[in-house]
């Protein structure tokens, strides 16, 4: 169904020698391990991970990596992808997505449908996974259009698009608007175990704004989004799921009262996911400053008391994974007046370092940061990776938690430069990533 | 006006045939035997009767409708009846105060019987407390259909020898079928074990308290079955509103011979027409060995005559 072979990857070191990293501190939340050990890489897959792992030895060639100070997580499986191809190559290709996507420590990209031409049909799955193989050096998997031309009119073969590799459904930027088609899609996609994501927008309610509805918007002279448009819409999807019993998950949510709703949801055993974008996660609407584009973003960055119920979500798991958003702008589309602007952000090169903000201020864990970029996303969505555990393909990263750096925009590897972190100093960063064993990063 | 073949049985205690629902298993099983010795009438060169003879029978149709409205204007007329056919396009006909003027227009020319099929679901209700005849519902909505579940439990007889015990596989739309309910009520009547099988959108909220057991795959619902009972599906629900699409459809709910193989080896296939060839139905399939699709058409025809005859002897005047 995937592409899993090794040989697919276009790694930029092409031995298969075993690897051997040693003393590493290894967190890995598929088997609640956090500990100092040694990751052991045979043929693609982890041979062994843990402090025990050393027990058979060394294997006969291996390269072995001092992992002293550093951290080895599973790779990051990252559920929110734009790559704008098909249609937007000059924004961004595969390829040119995989590169930073290996830099930022994602190994495995989620691709959004609401390409051009919109991924609707199973020979446009086909052509993905095809591109993807051929040009991507991290693991490709794409969502499929929920509605047919993300319209939200008629619902898609979710049979045959889940045959062909999509491995869950959404119209990506857009929402469906009608109650009834969003019923009718969770009602059948529920006989194929499918899984719907759904930006939870109420368009009628967000309107023309631009910026988080309140003082700020004010005092900037924009049009304000209200957070009802994003709860209302999620609230409504609550409903729906409790009607149908189907599989949901929320794309992004920004708001305090998001979080409420979700839990309360959970709580009523609803099968229910949430995610949350870095952005959201750590920047809030008065970064925005004076009318930077870049952070304009749907939804909109919100006020510090939603960010700040947001990364309580996250610690306690009512929000259930962190996501890039990445979405390739070209300057013809950002530099405008701020309200012309499209919405999105770049963030899969800096989807790691932005989160370790959040380790470094004791916010939350390691071990929840890792479930939320790798663990749960790969669990969600049906995928193998997102663990260490023996057997499981070698999908990892190194980390050094504490090198500091400042992010220059230029040396971004992604085609188009539209992130909100310009100049922003992090701590933290991937030093090496592989996919099925192979290097497709490595820094200096 | 009492023929041999049906004295000995208990009176028929309805002026009506509206709906399985309101029959009990005898008065199931005397129609269903008295269609039976219908059967060899048309089979005869000589296959007119006269036990209608004088009565006037009216097929009011506000839908369209080939093999139905046929079926019982050959039923009508091979018992002697005078049939009248009125097919009343639907678009002129506005609902409930129109359907009643109808049916006192009708009424003042005394017809004997009336069948009537309507869209809409109790419209043929409303007709019979208008109306001094008698009614027979040849499909209101998604409500009823009454005489197609009578035939399908006749071939399935003829076939299997009982129905009793049987597991039964009702496929595909039932949501929108009128067909699906009178199968339901009737094969649970008879002692089968009903299941349905189709997507959950095609399946209304609820139908599992109608005595059946719900399936949404296809091969698995088959599994075991003695009887799969084929629906159509209407163009209408085809693009993107129920289902995705005529291909999706097929290829997980289509009855091709891979999908057949999983019920008994012994599996009879029916379908209440008209088919879809390649949507809900591989036409290798309709036309296998297996199915039992033109011989549902000749049971139609004997159904209909057992009805037509028993709700003559129980006119005011017979």
């Known amino acids: 169904m995937s592409i899993s072979e090794a040989s697919s990857f276009r790694g930029r070191r092409g031995d298969d020698r075993p690897l051997v990293i040693a003393g590493a501190r290894i967190v890995d939340p598929s088997r609640d391990l956090d500990a100092v050990g040694t990751v052991v890489v045979v043929d693609g897959r982890i041979a062994a991970a843990g402090p025990d792992a050393l027990n058979q030895g060394v294997p006969d060639g291996a390269e072995v990596v001092d992992g002293a100070g550093r951290l080895v997580l599973p790779g990051l499986v990252d559920a929110r992808v734009f790559v704008s191809e098909p249609g937007h190559e000059y924004r961004e290709t595969f390829a040119s997505a995989s590169r930073a996507a290996a830099a930022g420590g994602v190994t495995t990209m989620i691709t959004m449908p609401d390409t051009d031409p919109v991924i609707d049909d199973p020979a446009l799955v086909d052509f993905v996974m095809r591109r993807a193989r051929d040009t991507a050096v991290v693991r490709v998997h794409p969502m499929a259009a929920l509605t047919r031309g993300c319209l939200g009119q008629e619902m898609v073969e979710i049979g045959l698009l889940q045959d062909a590799g999509a491995v869950a459904f959404t119209d990506g930027r857009r929402s469906v608007a009608s109650a009834a088609t969003m019923r009718r899609a969770l009602t059948y996609a529920r006989d194929f175990g499918a899984l719907i994501a759904h930006h939870v927008e109420d368009s009628t309610l967000a309107g023309s704004g631009v910026v988080n509805e309140g003082e700020f918007a004010t005092r900037l002279g924009l049009p304000g989004i209200p957070r009802e448009a994003e709860t209302i819409m999620l609230e409504r999807d609550m409903r729906l799921v409790a009607l149908t019993r189907g599989r949901y998950h929320a794309a992004q949510v920004s708001t305090a009262d998001s979080v409420e709703i979700l839990r309360a949801a959970k709580g009523r055993g609803l099968d229910v996911t949430a995610a949350v974008s870095i952005a959201h996660l750590t920047l809030n609407e008065l970064d925005i400053g004076t009318y930077r584009s870049f952070l304009k973003l749907s939804p909109p960055l919100r006020a510090e008391d939603d960010r700040r119920a947001v990364i309580e979500g996250l610690a306690d798991g009512t929000i259930d994974f962190v996501v890039s958003s990445h979405d390739p702008q070209d300057v013809e589309t950002k530099r405008h007046p701020f309200a012309e602007s499209a919405d999105g952000a770049v963030g899969l090169e800096t989807l790691l370092a932005a989160a370790l903000r959040l380790v470094h201020n004791g916010e939350i864990g390691w071990s929840t940061l890792v479930a939320a970029l790798s663990t749960r996303p790969a669990a969600r969505l049906g995928l193998e990776g997102g663990t260490l555990k023996p057997g499981a393909p070698a999908d990892l990263i190194v980390v050094d938690p504490q090198v500091s750096w400042v992010l220059d925009r230029a040396a971004l590897l992604s085609r188009s430069k539209n992130t909100p972190f310009e100049d922003a100093r992090f701590e933290g960063r991937v030093l090496r990533t592989l996919v099925a064993g192979r290097t497709v990063h490595a820094y200096r | ?318």
């Not at chain 2, 129609?31 to 009216?58: N, P, W």
Request: proline share 4%; net charge neutral; hydrophobic share 45%.
């Open chain 2, 1 to 318: 006006m009492i023929s041999p073949e049906t004295s000995a049985r208990a009176p028929f205690a309805h002026k009506h045939l509206l709906g399985i629902e309101d029959l009990a298993p005898d008065e199931i099983v005397a129609l269903i035997d008295r269609a039976e010795a219908q059967i060899e009438v048309s089979r005869q060169v000589e296959k007119k009767r006269t036990v209608l003879r004088g009565r006037t029978q009216i097929n009011l149709f506000f839908e369209a409708s080939t093999r139905t409205q046929s079926s019982f204007e050959i039923a009508g007329k091979r018992l002697g009846a005078d049939v009248m056919n009125m097919s009343v396009a639907s678009s002129s006909v506005k609902k409930g105060e129109t359907l009643i003027d109808t049916a006192t227009t009708l009424n003042a020319m005394h017809p004997d019987i009336l069948v009537v099929r309507h869209h809409a679901a109790g419209a043929v209700h409303l007709l019979a407390r208008k109306v001094s005849c008698s009614v027979v519902n040849a499909g209101d909505g998604a409500h009823e259909h009454p005489t197609q579940a009578l035939l399908d439990a006749l071939t399935i007889r003829r076939h299997k020898g009982t129905i009793r015990g049987l597991t039964v596989a009702i496929c595909g739309d039932v949501a929108h079928s009128r067909v699906a309910r009178s199968n339901i009520i009737a094969l649970n009547a008879l002692g089968a074990r009903v299941r349905v099988i189709g997507p959950s959108t095609l399946m209304p909220r609820g139908i599992e308290r109608l005595g059946v057991d719900v399936f949404t795959d296809m091969r698995r619902g088959l599994a075991d079955c003695d009887i799969v009972m084929m629906l159509r599906l209407q163009r209408e629900r085809m693009a993107g509103a129920f289902v995705p699409s005529v291909r999706e459809y097929f290829h997980f709910w289509g009855l091709d011979q891979e999908k057949l193989g999983h019920a008994k080896p012994d599996a009879l296939v029916m379908h209440p027409g008209p088919m879809n060839r390649g949507v809900e139905i591989d036409p290798e399939v309709a036309d296998g060995p297996q199915s039992l699709i033109a011989e549902q058409v000749e049971m139609g025809v004997a159904v209909r005559m057992a009805v037509l005859e028993t709700l003559a002897e129980h006119l005011p005047n017979a």
